[in-house]
């Protein structure tokens, strides 16, 4: 991932921004996948193992400034999203992880 970033950061001009929405970590420790669905064949997507604080030290570590981290549980996604076991069962686990880092 850090790689990534620093690509991030060399391509963006001064003061722009990189907005990062991912499968959150919590997510992924729980053994979820994501699934993507094309013209009716489903893909089961790879998930990485990075943690929370792969993310924020990567973001740093390029040169941005960390300007937000959002951790979206699953009790805030809107009804009819995703499956009422899951809501019910999994409602304080996070589900999404959102950052805004500017360049500096």
Known sequence: MANTIKEFHRVLKKEGHLLVTDFHPDGVAQGWRTLCTV?????????????????TSSIKNAGFDLLQLIDVPIREVPIGYLPDDLLNNYSSVNLCLIILAKKL
């Open 39 to 55: 013209d009716g064949i489903t893909y089961l997507l790879p998930n990485m193992n990075y943690t929370r604080t792969d993310y």
